[in-house]
T-cell receptor
Framework: SQTIHQWPATLVQPVGSPLSLECTVE??????LYWYRQAAGRGLQLLFY??????ISSEVPQNLSASRPQDRQFILSSKKLLLSDSGFYLC?????????????FGPGTRLTVT | QKEVEQDPGPLSVPEGAIVSLNCTYS??????FMWYRQYSRKGPELLMY????GNKEDGRFTAQVDKSSKYISLFIRDSQPSDSATYLC?????????FGTGTSLTVIP
């Protein structure tokens, strides 16, 4: 069966510090991978998605970046965090050969920028 | 205009009530229509999906799609306290998913 992991679960970082959030998927190959941010009252905001290693599409221009160094690894980074980067970050995957409606989410990382 | 609009609530109902959750959308190219349930501080989980206009039933849950009106609904019958969560509608086009802002539901015992 497939599982998705995210870490850390909770993070408190000062403004201006760097960020690295990691997501890994097990039990599937060549998944589509997604990073979302969820802020109160704003729903899920798609930040990045990837259809393969090294292939990243950015949906929102900001100080965040994403990388996919391995097939089932997706990393969200920032060089300098802003207060507005606080939120609940969710990684998700979708099987390329699977049903197009099936997207599975990880447990999330709650980031607080102070 | 957002592609997907959803009333954020919050919605509070007594146990056993019928709950109706709704979303409207603007893009007629959307292909699949889903409902996710998200418990506090957890990732969303897929609850139901539909493809065509009409109703789809799964236990106490019924998903309804009206493509002509660009309107989708989720009905929960005999609501339970364990149904208390945020419900997000979602739609797909290509590789992307478009989400509503979510409706917070509380079922009071």
């Amino acid at each position: 069966s497939q599982t998705i992991h995210q870490w850390p679960a909770t993070l408190v970082q000062p403004v201006g510090s760097p960020l690295s959030l990691e997501c890994t998927v097990e039990g599937t190959s060549n998944p589509n991978l997604y990073w979302y941010r969820q802020a109160a009252g704003r729903g899920l905001q798609l930040l990045f998605y990837s259809v393969g290693i090294g292939q990243i599409s950015s949906e929102v221009p900001q100080n965040l970046s994403a990388s996919r160094p391995q097939d089932r690894q997706f990393i969200l980074s920032s060089k300098k965090l802003l207060l507005s980067d606080s939120g609940f970050y969710l990684c998700a995957w979708r099987a390329v050969a699977g049903a197009r409606y099936e997207q599975y989410f990880g447990p999330g990382t709650r980031l607080t920028v102070t | 205009q957002k592609e997907v609009e959803q009333d954020p609530g919050p919605l509070s109902v007594p146990e056993g009530a019928i709950v109706s959750l709704n979303c409207t959308y603007s893009n007629s190219a959307f292909q699949y229509f889903m409902w996710y349930r998200q418990y506090s501080r957890k990732g969303p989980e897929l609850l139901m999906y539909t493809y065509s206009s009409g109703n789809k039933e799964d236990g106490r849950f019924t998903a309804q799609v009206d493509k002509s009106s660009k309107y989708i609904s989720l009905f929960i019958r005999d609501s339970q306290p364990s149904d208390s969560a945020t419900y997000l509608c979602a739609m797909t086009y290509g590789n992307q998913f478009y989400f509503g802002t979510g409706t917070s539901l509380t079922v009071i015992p």
